[in-house]
């Protein structure tokens, strides 16, 4: 059974930082390029970023480039999200997911999400 | 930026009736746009890809159809479990794109 556990988010000041993970399992990791995706309360998702499966391919939302960086570790089936210079409207739910197949940048699995909040 | 514009906002439907979600993009997108739906609290679920290519384990109710740059999901005849959020996304340039939703309500 495929599954993608997140953690990471919390409560962080203006300006701060913060590392989301992304634990997988049920599915062979390194295969499928990974995506990152947030949705601020009361609102609809938006892309963030999305990493190939090698870690050699990035791509980042205008919104967030610059200030976050996408990563995985494939020895243990996990993806990261550093995100540094924090600001209000990045507060969100922010979900892993995988990708459908290699080829395809839909997503068939998701974590639960994460939350994080920026506010003083 | 392809842009990706859902209507209506809201579909207010009863359980049996059919119903009719459009998205339409801002340019062609090909046939590379994906359908999820979203319930409270819950992660989305892919349902379509590609257009109208349905995803492992979709009930059959659930098509997807068009090209370009209009697009139709349909859900033939509803059931309790599909009063959800359904979304849009377009996998034909980067950045990848999300349409606003649709929510569909129980009328």
């Known amino acids: 059974e495929v599954q993608l556990l997140e953690s990471g988010g919390g409560l962080v000041q203006p300006g701060g930082s913060l590392r989301l993970s992304c634990a997988a399992s049920?599915?062979?990791?390194?295969?499928?390029?990974m995506t990152w995706v947030r949705q601020a309360p009361g609102k609809g998702l938006e892309w963030v970023s999305t990493?190939?499966?090698?870690?050699?391919?990035?791509y980042y939302a205008d919104s967030v480039k610059g200030r976050f960086t996408i990563s995985r570790d494939n020895s243990k089936n996990t993806l990261y999200l550093q995100m540094n210079s924090l600001r209000a409207d990045d507060t969100a739910v922010y979900y892993c997911a995988k990708h459908y197949s290699s080829s395809t940048s839909v997503f068939d699995y998701w974590g639960q999400g994460t939350l994080v909040t920026v506010s003083s | 930026e392809i842009v990706l514009t859902q209507s209506p906002a809201t579909l207010s439907l009863s359980p049996g009736e059919r119903a009719t979600l459009s998205c339409r993009a801002s340019q062609s997108v090909r046939s590379y746009l994906a359908w999820y739906q979203q319930k409270p609290g819950q992660a989305p679920r892919l349902l379509i890809y590609?257009?109208?290519n349905r995803a492992t384990g979709i009930p059959a109710r659930f098509s997807g159809s068009g090209s370009g740059t209009d697009f139709t999901l349909t859900i033939s005849s509803l059931e309790s479990e599909d009063f959800a959020v359904y979304y849009c996304?377009?996998?034909?340039?980067?950045?990848?794109?999300f349409g606003g939703g649709t929510k569909v309500e129980i009328k």
């Open positions: 049920g599915f062979t990791f390194n295969d499928y390029a």
């Open positions: 590609d257009a109208s």
């Open positions: 996304q377009q996998r034909s340039n980067w950045p990848l794109t």
């Open positions: 990493i190939s499966t090698s870690d050699v391919i990035t």
